[in-house]
């Protein structure tokens, strides 16, 4: 049962992140409105992160299976794709270098803000 109250809330940021997304003009996935309605929840310590734990940390750990659906959309569309490639692979890998960056520098800030504060 506590499974399952566990994956009633996340279920339940996911809904609410779907609700703003039909409300609200802006041009963000459900489910980043969604994710951050629960940073928001967990952040002001309304959901405790031992009520989320366990069912949490099953998804993680399931995370990689998700990616095999677009893999096999990426095989069936390979003719569409073959001759733009290397400008695929290129966009790849800039993006990648360029989000990677992205998060070290902001990971950066937070600590610095951090310790800036700590007294």
Same mark, same amino acid.
Request: with cysteine; aromatic share 12%.
């Given at each position: 049962?506590?499974?399952?109250?566990?994956?009633?809330?996340?279920?339940?940021?996911?809904?609410?992140?779907?609700?703003?997304?039909?409300?609200?003009?802006?041009?963000?996935?459900?489910?980043?409105?969604?994710?951050?309605?629960?940073?928001?929840?967990?952040?002001?310590?309304?959901?405790?992160?031992?009520?989320?734990?366990?069912?949490?940390?099953? $998804?993680? !750990?399931?995370?990689?299976?998700? %990616? +095999?659906?677009? =893999?096999?959309?990426?095989?069936? #569309?390979?003719?569409? &794709? /073959?001759?733009?490639?290397?400008?695929? $692979?290129? !966009?790849?890998?800039?993006?990648? %270098? +360029?989000?990677? =960056?992205?998060?070290?520098?902001? #990971?950066?800030?937070? &600590? /610095?803000?951090?310790?800036?504060?700590?007294?």
């Amino acid at each position: 049962m506590r499974y399952v109250m566990q994956l009633l809330i996340i279920i339940a940021f996911a809904f609410a992140g779907e609700v703003l997304h039909h409300l609200l003009p802006l041009p963000f996935p459900a489910n980043i409105y969604g994710i951050i309605l629960l940073y928001l929840a967990l952040h002001l310590k309304i959901v405790k992160v031992k009520q989320i734990k366990e069912v949490s940390t099953t $998804l993680i !750990i399931a995370m990689p299976v998700m %990616f +095999i659906p677009p =893999a096999v959309g990426l095989m069936n #569309t390979w003719g569409d &794709i /073959r001759d733009s490639w290397p400008q695929y $692979l290129l !966009i790849t890998f800039l993006t990648t %270098f +360029i989000v990677m =960056a992205c998060a070290g520098w902001a #990971t950066q800030l937070v &600590i /610095r803000y951090k310790n800036k504060h700590k007294n």
